[in-house]
């Protein structure tokens, strides 16, 4: 247990990439459970779905380097 807690806390934009694209993905299939589509068309709107959850958190992490920056001493040049 202590492993997977430790993996989260050093890789938080992944296991938020995987919590958020597993939600996502829950909600696509609960909704559209009753559209009648293909097996092909099932995995494009799950892959493409996982992609999005991706662009998610890439767009949110980018505030996060702004923040390092800010704790970060000033230097000295």
């Known amino acids: ?8 806390t050093s890789h938080p934009n992944l296991s938020a990439w995987f919590v958020l694209a597993l939600g996502m993905v829950v909600l696509l299939v609960y909704e559209a459970r009753d559209v009648g589509l293909q ?10 779905t996982i992609l999005v ?5 890439w767009i949110i992490s ?3 380097d702004d923040e ?3 704790d970060a ?3 000295s040049e």
């Open 1 to 8: 247990m202590n492993s997977v807690k430790n993996w989260i």
């Open 68 to 70: 390092d920056l800010a």
């Open 39 to 48: 097996g092909s068309q099932w995995f494009w709107l799950i892959v493409v």
């Open 53 to 57: 959850a991706g662009a998610c958190i």
């Open 62 to 64: 980018w505030g996060d």
């Open 73 to 75: 001493p000033p230097s």
